[in-house]
């Protein structure tokens, strides 16, 4: 049956426009987050899905690296921060960095993804030490580091400019940044949640000047919090506009926020409705971005499973030590693993076809007695 037969009429114009690659409107965006068939809402993302990927589903192997949970910007919606009552300060040594990539030498990780809190007692000559740190340990490996907030530090405490360094971490070996810093490109949202932060306008300018040096990036967005429709398709709206101007985005990831333990423990967290509405939505407005990725540790692995039939073509990774959202003793120790068969089980029970990849989405072909080095980490079970 033609999915133009099954859809509510208040979509077509929205399935015509899909079905033609023509650019969705920010009303279309605010229709799609209100409408009460999301059934409806994920069929039209997964003809954008389909269309760019068929069944293709990426994951990669990475490591995470947080490097310091002490922060001075003191965000509502954060539980990773340093604070009385609720997670210990820690700041990685160099070393305690070279032993964290060695707990793991064993795994043929291809890419390190490492962000941090705003440390002030950090000068400028560790971020540049940290990326050696890490080149030296796994020689080649893609280094995907710090949110643009980071970075403003960073220049701050260098005393330099966004661009002296940028360029000075490229040096270094910094290979990409994840995006994140800006949970949401609004100015309400700004003021209310995370006012110490840098603004909408500052990290729109950090993602040009990264654009401008050669940098891809990545981009995120944190939704389940105060935020209303209007404010998140204006989020993606922006994202697509800067996409346009510097084509340098790899893929956008929803995030799912987690009140547990911030100042916001009284919103009711988002559902996995919300979870494929997020993906859904983005996978629609985002028209030139080629990856839309559900984040396994965030959206758990049975949403992710869906989300691969509501518009997201990746999967993350086999992410190993996850601090961000981490709660302590919920799965016994602080790794959080899925082994490359449990990501492939994952990916292959949702009816998709897994494809290994490294950072820049080319594809990795492995020998099979590759396949399982991580298992004798802790691994999360596939329905949890
Ligand atoms: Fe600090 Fe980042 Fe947490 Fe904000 S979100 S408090 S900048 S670690």
Redo the contacts with the bound molecule.
Sequence with gaps: MKLETTLPADLLPIYKKVESGERLSREDGVLLYRHPSLTAVGALANVVRERKHGDRTYYVRNQHINYT?I?N???K??S??AKKGGPAPYEMSLEEVRQALRRYKHVPITEVHSV???NPRLPYSYYIDFIKTIKEERPGIHVKAF?A?EIVEIARVGKTTIEGALRDLMDAGLDSLPGG?IEILSDRVHQEL?GR?LRGEEWLEVARIAAKLGLRQYATMLYGHIETHEERVDHLIQLRELQDETGHFLCMTPLSFHPEKTELEHIQPPTAYDDLRNIAVSRLMLDNFEHIKSFWIMNTVPVTQAALWYGADDADGTVLEYEITYKEGEFGQKTQALTPSNMIAMITEAGRVPIERDSHYNQIAREIDEMEPTRNLTTLPIAN
Aim: proline share 0%.
């Design positions: 949970n922060c910007k003191f965000c919606f954060c990773f921060y941090g809190g705003i949110t907030v810093g995370f932060k």
